[in-house]
C-alpha cells in the first residue's frame, strides 16, 4: 500500500482529499501544519507529498523546497494542489521541484490521475480491455442477459476459469 503525505491548512479540504485517496486503498497522513509536514516527510518517508499551495506558516512551494533540500526527504515527489488559477504560481511550484500543479477547479479525479500517474499505479479504467460476450445472471427468480462491451482482467480472468469466454490479451 502505497503511503502519501496530504498538507492542507482547510480542515474540510484535508478530510475530503484524505477520504477521496483512502477510498482509493492509499495510507494518508494528514496534517493542518506546513511546519508538521516536513518533520513527518522525514519520518514517515511518504511515496508521495501532496501539499495545498495556500497555508499560513509557508507556501506549499516553500515546503516543496526544503524537501528538495532535505537528503531523507529529496527523493519524494511532491503534489502542489491550489485553488489559483494562474500561470505564475504554476510556474512557481515547478522551480520548487514539484512533480505536479493541479487546480482545485479541475476536481479531485485530476488529482488521483496525477498520484497515479507519479506513484505508477494503474487506475481501475485502465485495468478494462474491450471485449464481446453475453453474459446472464439470475436474481430472486427473474432472468437477465445483456451484452458486455469492456470487463476488468482481473474479473474477465476469474470468470473465464468457469465458462468458454475468449480470452484477453
Do not use: W
Amino acid at each position: 500500500m502505497y503511503k502519501i503525505l496530504l498538507a492542507d491548512d482547510v480542515r474540510l479540504s484535508l478530510v475530503t482529499e484524505k477520504d477521496y485517496l483512502e477510498g482509493r486503498n492509499l495510507k494518508v497522513f494528514a496534517t493542518t501544519s506546513a511546519l508538521e509536514a516536513l518533520d513527518l516527510a522525514g519520518i514517515v518517508q511518504p511515496d508521495l507529498v501532496v501539499l495545498d499551495y495556500e497555508m499560513p506558516e509557508m507556501t506549499g512551494a516553500e515546503v516543496c523546497e526544503r524537501i528538495r533540500k532535505d537528503p531523507r526527504t529529496a527523493h519524494i515527489p511532491v503534489i502542489i494542489v491550489t485553488g489559483h488559477d494562474g500561470t505564475e504560481i504554476a510556474a512557481i511550484c515547478r522551480q520548487a521541484g514539484s512533480a505536479s500543479f493541479v487546480r482545485k477547479s479541475e476536481g479531485r479525479e485530476r488529482l488521483l490521475e496525477e498520484v497515479a500517474r507519479i506513484l505508477g499505479v494503474p487506475r481501475r479504467k485502465d485495468l478494462r480491455a474491450p471485449c464481446e460476450f453475453t453474459a446472464g445472471i439470475a436474481r430472486r427468480g427473474k432472468a437477465f442477459s445483456g451484452f458486455v462491451g469492456a470487463a476488468s482482467r482481473a474479473r474477465f480472468v476469474c470468470a473465464r476459469a468457469r465458462s468458454r469466454s475468449p480470452r484477453l490479451r
